[in-house]
């Protein structure tokens, strides 16, 4: 079984869904494994795979799609599928992120279909944009489902189920057609449905009214021994020679949460970014990542003042800001406008919106970083669950593996207090 999945949902799968779901009469035989792009030149992975691929029995393999379109790879899953000769259940889960025909992710991930007899997909928001965007994803199930309804190419389809007007472009002396209206959706809605099942929360009757999931962050190797040497020394050196030192339990622990989230605070009292541009965080990539697949509306809770900074530049005027720097006038219009207007995102501190506020606008909440303080977690998760909710809310936690995250994101989803926890002698288990 191959799985494509988001970065850090396919690790999911391995960890949480398939020893949850799998038998263990099937389990006791099967290998599970999830593929670490940021490790893949390591000596421990490269052996980890080639364990893999030698077990005799049922495998399992969860890779993502960036993983995927490295030739590293690329060249794994080729040596897993290679041999299984088309018996194969090939899975893509959140497949919206194959609805470009012409992208290379896609052409590529449908090429390697053809070696499986057996092919899934999976998502909630199987038309995240435009009805157009189901196109690919039906391609890779069947490579001629359309072709067999002579709709032979993707421009064929676009004109079957659009309306197009002729324009013209002066500046470049070009025509281009653009895009008026969808017809015929009755018939793509029946042909979808023909060959899909679809189930909602709304029909999931013992559906609880809080889920919680993780999504995991691979940090980048500056990241990993950023943190490794403030870990196990207390001090780092960095690149433009300012210094980070933290004797301190609990100082130790917040710049090590500032590390893993992509930049840290220095002994002058400045924030150094780990990245030179902010795409480039890893975090903040799949916090991106995770909202490109909610169609609905969202709160972002993070702990630090900067994270907040780069989570309302990235989304724009999607997002609105409530923390410690935002004005009293402003923060009531923040509230009205994620309630009843068209703002997507609430990026906010919990020591600032955690207590009082009503936000059950949201169906998703994502923890971009945590604080210590059980209290701050157990009012923040109820400003979306609340008196007039008529949904299940998701809880999302970002956690770095094998980092203070996922202690701290264990031990509050448990209800226990973290600063309580991390004085004495407990606190050098939980930096480990």
């Known amino acids: 079984m191959l799985v494509i999945a988001p970065n850090g949902v396919h690790r999911n799968w391995i ?26 030149q390591t000596k421990w992975h490269q052996a980890a795979c080639r364990e893999f691929l030698r077990h005799p029995n049922f495998k399992i393999l969860a890779i993502s799609y960036s993983a995927f379109m490295t030739k590293r790879g690329k060249e794994f899953v080729w040596d897993f599928i290679k041999p299984l000769d088309g018996k194969l259940l090939y899975v893509l889960d959140e497949s919206a992120r194959i609805k470009t025909p012409r992208a290379k992710r896609t052409r590529s991930i449908i090429l390697s279909g053809r070696y499986a007899n057996y092919k899934r997909i999976l998502t909630g928001t199987p038309v995240a944009n435009s009805p157009f965007d189901v196109y690919s994803q039906v391609r890779f199930l069947d490579k001629e ?19 197009f007007e002729e324009s013209f472009n002066r500046k470049i002396n070009q025509s281009y057609k653009v895009l008026l209206a969808y017809k015929e959706l009755d018939k793509l809605n029946g042909l979808i449905t023909s060959i899909s099942s679809r189930v909602t929360k709304d029909e999931v009757l013992d559906l609880p009214p809080k ?7 691979e940090l980048s190797s500056e990241q990993m021994d950023a943190y ?3 870990r196990e020394e207390y001090m780092i050196l960095l690149e433009g020679g300012e210094e980070v030192t933290a004797i301190l339990a609990v100082t130790r622990i917040l710049r090590l949460q500032q590390i893993v ?31 490109e697949d909610v169609p609905h509306k ?3 809770w993070a702990r630090f003042q900067e994270d907040i900074t780069q989570i309302c ?29 068209d703002i997507k995102f609430f990026v906010g501190n919990p020591a600032a919106a955690g207590e009082g506020l009503t936000l059950h606008a949201a169906r998703t909440v994502i923890y971009y970083s945590n604080s210590f303080k059980l209290t701050d977690r157990l009012q923040s998760e109820d400003r979306a669950h609340r008196i007039g909710t008529k949904h299940p809310v998701h809880y999302i936690d970002l956690v770095a593996e094998g980092t203070v995250d996922e202690r701290i994101v264990r031990a509050l989803i448990n209800k226990l207090d973290v600063a309580s926890m991390v004085v004495g002698d407990a606190f050098r288990e939980w930096i480990r």
């Open 15 to 40: 960890t949480d869904e398939i020893p949850a779901h799998l038998p263990d009469i099937v389990s006791n035989e099967t290998m599970a494994f999830y593929y670490q792009t940021s490790k893949s």
């Open 145 to 163: 489902f359309w072709a067999r309804l002579h709709l032979p190419t993707f421009t064929v389809f676009k004109s079957y189920f659009g309306v």
């Open 211 to 217: 889920l919680y999931s993780k999504r995991y962050v």
């Open 228 to 230: 490794q040497r403030l």
């Open 261 to 291: 989230n992509g930049y840290v605070g220095t002994d002058d009292e400045k924030i150094k970014h780990l990245f030179e541009k902010p795409e480039d965080n890893p975090r903040l990539k799949l916090l991106g990542e995770i909202c």
């Open 298 to 300: 969202a709160i972002i």
């Open 313 to 341: 530049s990235m989304f724009g005027p999607q997002a609105v800001r409530y923390d410690g720097r935002t004005k009293d006038a402003d923060r009531a219009a923040a509230i009205e406008g994620f309630q009843r207007g």
